[in-house]
């Protein structure tokens, strides 16, 4: 008795060792980039929303009017819009603070340089298809009216900024054109297509109802989107 109880014993443990394999094959079956898109935080490109200005950073301003402000309430909006259509969309501030405070990194004393590089070093963290800045324009003059969109010197950020900008045109019934920003650092610096919106000028009186009003903001938003959107279905 004693006997074939030791004989079945063995054999189930034989028979234990010989599937092992086959359930460590089965496993091994799953490739290593499926485990691990699943587990990544962000598994698709996505549009960079860049809210300019922040926190100490007020921007240019009129009265009391802080362009930091208008940009985060139009960013806002192009955020929740962007998502509504299905895009995969990160906003980079969503209250009022500077981005140089996040920034433990750069040895820069400079609080602007720091500003700068964490808001560029956001695009290379994450996967990032493109980048559209947020910002609020002043002209010398009062006349001087209208979004105003500002591109890399690359062809796939030129197209991004004319397909905006006529969006923009047919908001505030104008004929602005783009231009290269030479000057600016994220457009220097980020490595995919990238813009930066000038939305309208404050120093013009009906710009500024538009960029002040929760209506005239939507309305900037949806330009922008309609743009980004006219520019991903021609690549």
């Given at each position: 008795?004693?006997?074939?109880?030791i004989?079945?014993?063995?054999?189930?443990?034989?028979?234990?060792?010989?599937?092992?394999?086959?359930?460590?094959?089965?496993?091994?079956?799953?490739?290593?980039?499926?485990?691990?898109?699943?587990?990544?935080?962000?598994?698709?490109d996505v549009?960079?929303?860049?809210?300019?200005?922040?926190?100490?950073?007020?921007?240019?301003?009129?009265?009391?009017?802080?362009?930091?402000?208008?940009?985060?309430?139009?960013?806002?909006?192009?955020?929740?819009?962007?998502?509504?259509?299905g895009?995969?969309?990160?906003?980079?501030?969503?209250?009022?603070?500077?981005?140089?405070?996040?920034?433990?990194?750069?040895?820069?004393?400079?609080?602007?340089?720091r500003?700068?590089?964490?808001?560029?070093?956001?695009?290379?963290?994450?996967?990032?298809?493109?980048?559209?800045?947020?910002?609020?324009?002043?002209?010398?003059?009062?006349?001087?009216?209208?979004?105003?969109?500002?591109?890399q010197?690359?062809?796939?950020?030129?197209?991004?900024?004319?397909?905006?900008?006529?969006?923009?045109?047919?908001?505030?019934?104008?004929?602005?054109?783009?231009?290269?920003?030479?000057?600016?650092?994220?457009?220097?610096?980020?490595?995919?297509?990238?813009?930066?919106?000038?939305?309208?000028?404050l120093?013009?009186?009906?710009?500024?109802?538009?960029?002040?009003?929760?209506d005239?903001?939507?309305?900037?938003?949806?330009?922008?989107?309609?743009g980004?959107?006219?520019?991903?279905?021609?690549?």
């Open positions: 008795m004693r006997t074939s109880l004989v079945i014993t063995i054999l189930s443990l034989a028979l234990c060792l010989l599937t092992l394999p086959i359930y460590a094959d089965n496993f091994q079956q799953e490739p290593e980039d499926s485990r691990s898109n699943q587990h990544h935080p962000f598994p698709h549009i960079l929303i860049d809210a300019g200005h922040g926190g100490i950073d007020g921007g240019t301003s009129y009265g009391d009017i802080l362009e930091k402000d208008i940009t985060l309430e139009i960013s806002r909006r192009l955020f929740m819009l962007l998502r509504s259509e895009y995969h969309a990160v906003l980079n501030r969503d209250g009022d603070y500077a981005l140089s405070d996040d920034n433990r990194w750069h040895r820069s004393k400079s609080r602007h340089r500003d700068l590089a964490q808001r560029k070093q956001l695009s290379s963290e994450i996967p990032t298809e493109l980048v559209v800045s947020i910002h609020v324009n002043w002209g010398k003059s009062s006349s001087n009216s209208g979004g105003i969109v500002l591109h010197a690359e062809g796939r950020s030129f197209l991004l900024a004319q397909s905006i900008q006529r969006q923009l045109n047919h908001l505030y019934t104008k004929s602005n054109r783009t231009s290269v920003g030479k000057p600016f650092y994220l457009l220097n610096t980020i490595k995919v297509p990238a813009v930066i919106v000038e939305t309208g000028f120093s013009n009186p009906h710009d500024r109802e538009k960029l002040c009003s929760r005239g903001q939507m309305r900037i938003a949806e330009a922008i989107v309609d980004i959107a006219d520019y991903l279905t021609t690549l």
